[in-house]
Structures are given as structure tokens and as C-alpha cells.
């Protein structure tokens, strides 16, 4: 056996992986089904090994402060929530976006609207894509389908943010984070010095040393035309980030009849589905966006291209969808099967849709 | 070869951790392996459930609603996922508190008396390692020897005294199966 290997569940392995990046920072503030981020975190105490602080705040408003407060400062720092938590920190989000720092956010999702259910859902894709808080703002949004993502995409959203000073989110759901693989943890990192910190982040607050001006992190510019060539600014990033780090996972693809497009836990459930389907014959591929903004457009386009439909499966009542109906310009049927509360579909449920709505039309 | 199980129950007799041991003597047979619990208010009194999957291949849905195995310890949890088992598949069952018993006839059903022996080694607590040694006696999936290591592994150092108990139990649950 190998000794990397462990079993861990989704939401500890975020908690390792935050540790072994060499994170300076998490605030954070209890709600199911992510709660066991924060309780890993404490039961392994990293400030005693790594000096990463963990604190858990009094609020979900005040975690994100604390974020934004951190990362002003060149940190690397992150906090995580669930669905009722991450609308709570919305105004932060926006303010970080709009300073240009680089943070890492993770929003386990559960069922909504309003308090809802503490049971799995997609139903906050539109606020993680669209932006949920005011402004012309994005994030980059990973979307994890397995615990080793979990734990990879914390180093990655963290790299992204800091490339391009900009918020990352992982987008996962209460069954990614409940559910127990296998993963490899990645090697520990050490945490960089406030050294390291002044030469990567010239931007940041972290006192000057008499090498520099002062610098000044804000969102606020009362000035028009300034605040305009400020959105400019964040755009050209935008789009920078549109044309570099679209991610996805194809399978099957290049010989498939219809194709399936699903994220997180609803594209492991159709994985299972297209296993149905191939045994019957029916030949069924997968596009998995990893990420979900910048949506990867062109790959599914391209993955697309011969197919007779397109089934979007997702916890939710028709929201990544939207995005699929625009990639492929809507030169095929596009159909949407959703389940919302907590429920998550099954695999023969997956195969009937399929059926029902694109092959038996 | 994939096995895909359900053991359910009222929560505190041990679904949960029997449910992880298992995934963890997997782990220990170097196998693909996935545990998914119920979580939420219900582990606290009601009924509690978790799939596990134990396989040779990549696992692909975490989420089922067809099992090759199905393990119930109550009533209510035998009423609900007796129709879940696959054509062909284990239905076990405590007879403890059974009143309503199953009826299909396409499936293999497998009645133990798992909380009479653990009243008999006169500790409840075995509960869970004697179910799981009947299961692993009509199902041998994982060898007994991975399911003491997955204790040593995951039994804190101050609790490793009690796995010769555990391995008692296990034995014990084995021999409940007459065939």
C-alpha cells in the first residue's frame, strides 16, 4: 500500500491541503456541511507547525473582512462557508474584487433558497459565475467532483489568485464535501517570509521598509474616469483569464451519439450513467467544466460539434445551462434535468432522463 | 469485481464507523474505495445510513439507489431498502425487533442474531464488528487480517487494546452464517 495515500473526506482534505500550501490565514464560521474545514483545522493546530492562523470568527461578514484585511497584506489567506454564509459575505467579495487582492473562498453549496437544507446543491452557480455581489466583477470558479480535487484545487486557486490578483472560489457541494476517498496530499510548503511577501506583492500593505512609496489598497475612487480606466483594468484581466485558464474534463467524447454536461457530484453521478448507457448501447460522452467561470466554452464547442443532444444535469433549476445554450450557439437540442433541496439524482434516474428527453423523442 | 453497500440503522449502533472500517480495510488492499454518509440531525437518534463502495475499478457514482449488499439493523431501514437490493443480491438483517420480515425471493436473505451475541459477550459495543464479520463470511470482500489492520489504523493508540475484542466479534459474526 501506498503510505501517501489516506482516506479522508472532502472537506478535510480543503483543511489539509490549506495547511500544506503554506496558507498564512483562514477565518471562518460553522455551517453544515462544511463545518469539518474548520474543526480539522483545529484539531491539527497548524499554528504550532506552519504558524497559519486559524480563527473562527464571529460571523460570516466578519470572516470575510478578515480575508480581505489578510489579504491586503500580500497573505494567503482564505475562508469557507456554505450557501446562507457565502450570500452573507457578498459585499466583501465585491470589495476584494474591486481592490485587486488575491483571496481564496470555498462555498460547500446546500440546498436554498433562504436557510433551506443542509443536503447537497448547484443552485448558487449563477452567484459564483455571475457574480453575486454588486459590480462588474468575477471570480475564477473550480468546480471539485472528487476529495483529490478538493485538495488540489486549493493550490491551484490559490496560484490563479495570487497570478492574477484576483478572488478564486471553489464551488463545491455537501456531498463532494461529506463523501470520504482516497487522495494524496500535497508536499508541505513552507510559508513565504515577509521578505518573499514585498518582492511577489509590491502592491501590498505590509510596511514599506523605506524602499517605497506608501501603497494604499482601496475600492473606492470618487473620481469617474478613474473608477471607468479601473474597470477597464479589471476587464483586460478578465479577459486575460478567459484566454488562459479555462480547464475541463472530456470522456468518451469522439465517438459519442449525445453528450452529458454536469460538474461536481452530478457529473460522478453521470459518469455511471453513461456506464449504463454504453451497456445498452447508446453511445453517451461527458464534458465536466472544471472550470465554471471562465467557462470552457471552446472545448465544449468543439466537443460538441457532431452530437444529436445535450443533456446539462445539475442540482438546480437551470443554471450552467444557460452557459451550455451559448457555447454551442444552440445548433443542437439542450436539454436541462435538475434536482433542487438537497436531492441529488441517481444513475438509472440520469439514463431515463436521457432517454425521455433526447433519444425516444 | 465492485461492491456497492448499504448499512443502515438507528444511529449509536455503530453504521457509521463499521461502515469506515470497512473502507479502510479496503484501502488496505490497495482498492478503490468510497464512503458516504447521511449526515445531518438524523445521526443523532433517528436513522442513520452510509454506502460504501469497495472496488478493483475506478468508482464513478458515490450515489446509488440499486446495492449489491444491503445491511439493515432496524425495522424502518429494512422497510425502506429491501427493494433496493439488486436481483441476485444480500439482504441482511438483525433479528432484533424485527416484526415485519422481508419477502422477496430474488434476492439471497441472510436474518443474524447480531444483538443476542453481543449480549452474550456481554458488551453491546461489539454490535457493529459482529454484523461485519457475518457480512464478510457471505461476502468476503475484504480479508479479516485488512479489517484489523483498518482498527489499527483508525483506533487511537490508547483504544488498540480492545482489538483482540474486535477480532472476537468479527469471528463470532462469521460463524452466525450456516450454510
Same mark, same amino acid.
Given at each position: 500500500?501506498?503510505?501517501?495515500?489516506?482516506?479522508?473526506? +472532502? #472537506?478535510?482534505?480543503?483543511?489539509?491541503?490549506?495547511?500544506?500550501?503554506?496558507?498564512?490565514?483562514?477565518?471562518?464560521?460553522?455551517?453544515?456541511?462544511? =463545518?469539518?474545514?474548520?474543526?480539522?483545522?483545529?484539531?491539527?493546530?497548524?499554528?504550532?507547525?506552519?504558524?497559519?492562523?486559524?480563527?473562527?470568527?464571529?460571523?460570516?461578514?466578519?470572516?470575510?473582512?478578515?480575508?480581505?484585511?489578510?489579504?491586503?497584506?500580500?497573505?494567503?489567506?482564505?475562508?469557507?462557508?456554505? =450557501? &446562507?454564509?457565502?450570500?452573507? *459575505?457578498?459585499?466583501?467579495?465585491?470589495?476584494?474584487?474591486?481592490?485587486?487582492?488575491?483571496?481564496?473562498?470555498?462555498?460547500?453549496?446546500?440546498?436554498?433558497?433562504?436557510?433551506?437544507?443542509?443536503?447537497?446543491?448547484?443552485?448558487?452557480?449563477?452567484?459564483?459565475?455571475?457574480?453575486?455581489?454588486?459590480?462588474?466583477?468575477?471570480?475564477?470558479?473550480?468546480? &471539485?467532483?472528487?476529495?483529490?480535487?478538493?485538495?488540489? *484545487?486549493?493550490?491551484?486557486?490559490?496560484?490563479?489568485?495570487?497570478?492574477?490578483?484576483?478572488? =478564486?472560489?471553489?464551488?463545491?457541494?455537501?456531498?463532494?464535501?461529506?463523501?470520504?476517498?482516497?487522495?494524496?496530499?500535497?508536499?508541505?510548503?513552507?510559508?513565504?517570509?515577509?521578505?518573499?511577501?514585498?518582492?511577489?506583492?509590491?502592491?501590498?500593505?505590509?510596511?514599506?521598509? +523605506?524602499?517605497?512609496?506608501?501603497?494604499?489598497?482601496? =475600492?473606492?475612487?470618487?473620481?469617474?474616469?478613474?473608477?471607468?480606466? #479601473?474597470?477597464?483594468?479589471?476587464?483586460?484581466?478578465?479577459?486575460?483569464?478567459?484566454? #488562459?485558464?479555462?480547464?475541463?474534463?472530456?470522456?468518451?467524447?469522439?465517438?459519442?451519439?449525445?453528450?452529458?454536461?454536469?460538474?461536481?457530484?452530478?457529473?460522478?453521478?453521470?459518469?455511471?450513467?453513461?456506464?449504463?448507457?454504453?451497456?445498452? +448501447?447508446?453511445?453517451?460522452?461527458?464534458?465536466? &467544466?472544471?472550470?465554471?467561470?471562465?467557462?470552457?466554452?471552446?472545448?465544449?464547442?468543439?466537443?460538441?460539434?457532431?452530437?444529436?443532444?445535450?443533456?446539462?444535469?445539475?442540482?438546480?433549476?437551470?443554471?450552467?445551462?444557460?452557459?451550455?445554450?451559448?457555447?454551442?450557439?444552440?445548433? *443542437?437540442?439542450?436539454?436541462?434535468? +435538475?434536482?433542487?433541496?438537497?436531492?441529488?439524482?441517481?444513475?438509472?434516474?440520469?439514463? #431515463?432522463?436521457?432517454?425521455?428527453?433526447?433519444?425516444?423523442? | 469485481?465492485?461492491?456497492?453497500?448499504?448499512?443502515?440503522?438507528?444511529?449509536?449502533?455503530?453504521?457509521?464507523?463499521?461502515?469506515?472500517?470497512?473502507?479502510?480495510?479496503?484501502?488496505?488492499? !490497495?482498492?478503490?474505495?468510497?464512503?458516504?454518509?447521511?449526515?445531518?440531525?438524523?445521526?443523532?437518534?433517528?436513522?442513520?445510513?452510509?454506502?460504501?463502495?469497495?472496488?478493483?475499478?475506478?468508482?464513478?457514482?458515490?450515489?446509488?439507489?440499486?446495492? /449489491?449488499?444491503?445491511?439493515?439493523?432496524?425495522?424502518?431501514?429494512?422497510?425502506?431498502?429491501?427493494?433496493?437490493?439488486?436481483?441476485?443480491?444480500?439482504?441482511?438483517?438483525?433479528?432484533?425487533?424485527?416484526?415485519?420480515?422481508?419477502?422477496?425471493? !430474488?434476492?439471497?436473505?441472510?436474518?443474524? !442474531?447480531?444483538?443476542?451475541?453481543?449480549?452474550?459477550?456481554?458488551?453491546?459495543?461489539?454490535?457493529?464488528?459482529?454484523?461485519?464479520?457475518?457480512?464478510?463470511?457471505?461476502?468476503?470482500?475484504?480479508?479479516? /487480517?485488512?479489517?484489523?489492520?483498518?482498527?489499527?489504523?483508525?483506533?487511537?493508540?490508547?483504544?488498540?487494546?480492545?482489538?483482540?475484542?474486535?477480532?472476537?466479534?468479527?469471528?463470532?459474526?462469521?460463524?452466525?452464517?450456516?450454510?
Amino acid at each position: 500500500m501506498n503510505d501517501k495515500v489516506t482516506l479522508m473526506k +472532502g #472537506n478535510e482534505a480543503l483543511a489539509m491541503a490549506m495547511i500544506r500550501y503554506g496558507a498564512d490565514g483562514y477565518f471562518g464560521y460553522p455551517i453544515t456541511p462544511q =463545518s469539518e474545514v474548520l474543526e480539522k483545522l483545529e484539531e491539527e493546530m497548524p499554528w504550532e507547525t506552519t504558524g497559519m492562523v486559524v480563527l473562527q470568527a464571529e460571523s460570516e461578514v466578519a470572516a470575510i473582512n478578515m480575508v480581505y484585511g489578510g489579504a491586503m497584506t500580500g497573505k494567503a489567506v482564505c475562508t469557507s462557508t456554505s =450557501s &446562507p454564509g457565502f450570500s452573507l *459575505m457578498q459585499e466583501g467579495v465585491s470589495y476584494l474584487a474591486a481592490s485587486e487582492v488575491p483571496a481564496l473562498l470555498i462555498n460547500v453549496q446546500r440546498g436554498g433558497p433562504g436557510l433551506g437544507t443542509i443536503h447537497a446543491s448547484q443552485a448558487d452557480y449563477f452567484q459564483a459565475c455571475k457574480g453575486g455581489g454588486h459590480g462588474d466583477y468575477h471570480m475564477i470558479v473550480l468546480a &471539485p467532483s472528487s476529495v483529490q480535487e478538493m485538495a488540489d *484545487m486549493v493550490a491551484l486557486g490559490f496560484d490563479l489568485a495570487f497570478k492574477y490578483r484576483c478572488v =478564486s472560489m471553489i464551488l463545491a457541494d455537501g456531498t463532494i464535501g461529506q463523501l470520504m476517498e482516497k487522495v494524496v496530499l500535497p508536499e508541505q510548503r513552507p510559508r513565504r517570509t515577509d521578505d518573499e511577501i514585498r518582492q511577489q506583492c509590491p502592491w501590498a500593505v505590509n510596511g514599506r521598509k +523605506g524602499m517605497r512609496p506608501s501603497n494604499v489598497v482601496t =475600492s473606492l475612487e470618487l473620481d469617474d474616469d478613474k473608477m471607468e480606466e #479601473n474597470n477597464w483594468r479589471f476587464q483586460a484581466c478578465y479577459r486575460e483569464i478567459e484566454k #488562459n485558464e479555462t480547464r475541463c474534463e472530456l470522456i468518451d467524447v469522439e465517438d459519442c451519439d449525445y453528450l452529458i454536461t454536469a460538474f461536481g457530484t452530478t457529473a460522478r453521478v453521470a459518469m455511471k450513467t453513461m456506464e449504463l448507457a454504453r451497456a445498452e +448501447g447508446i453511445k453517451v460522452g461527458m464534458f465536466r &467544466p472544471i472550470t465554471l467561470w471562465p467557462f470552457p466554452e471552446k472545448q465544449l464547442r468543439e466537443a460538441a460539434k457532431n452530437v444529436k443532444g445535450i443533456l446539462c444535469v445539475e442540482l438546480n433549476a437551470g443554471q450552467m445551462v444557460e452557459d451550455v445554450k451559448l457555447a454551442v450557439e444552440c445548433k *443542437m437540442p439542450v436539454e436541462h434535468y +435538475g434536482r433542487f433541496g438537497g436531492n441529488v439524482p441517481t444513475p438509472d434516474e440520469l439514463l #431515463n432522463v436521457l432517454k425521455e428527453k433526447l433519444i425516444n423523442k | 469485481m465492485i461492491n456497492e453497500i448499504v448499512i443502515a440503522g438507528f444511529g449509536g449502533q455503530g453504521v457509521l464507523s463499521m461502515g469506515k472500517i470497512l473502507a479502510y480495510s479496503g484501502l488496505m488492499e !490497495d482498492k478503490e474505495v468510497c464512503w458516504l454518509p447521511s449526515y445531518g440531525p438524523e445521526q443523532r437518534g433517528g436513522t442513520a445510513n452510509v454506502t460504501v463502495i469497495v472496488s478493483d475499478e475506478r468508482i464513478s457514482s458515490p450515489v446509488l439507489n440499486t446495492y /449489491d449488499v444491503v445491511v439493515v439493523l432496524n425495522q424502518q431501514s429494512l422497510d425502506k431498502f429491501e427493494s433496493k437490493v439488486k436481483p441476485g443480491g444480500i439482504l441482511m438483517y438483525d433479528t432484533y425487533g424485527i416484526h415485519k420480515k422481508p419477502t422477496r425471493t !430474488d434476492i439471497k436473505i441472510y436474518p443474524i !442474531d447480531a444483538t443476542e451475541k453481543s449480549i452474550e459477550m456481554k458488551n453491546s459495543k461489539t454490535f457493529n464488528m459482529i454484523v461485519l464479520g457475518s457480512m464478510l463470511k457471505v461476502r468476503p470482500m475484504v480479508t479479516i /487480517d485488512s479489517v484489523l489492520k483498518a482498527l489499527k489504523k483508525t483506533l487511537p493508540e490508547r483504544h488498540w487494546h480492545l482489538i483482540p475484542l474486535n477480532e472476537e466479534a468479527l469471528k463470532e459474526g462469521g460463524n452466525l452464517i450456516k450454510e
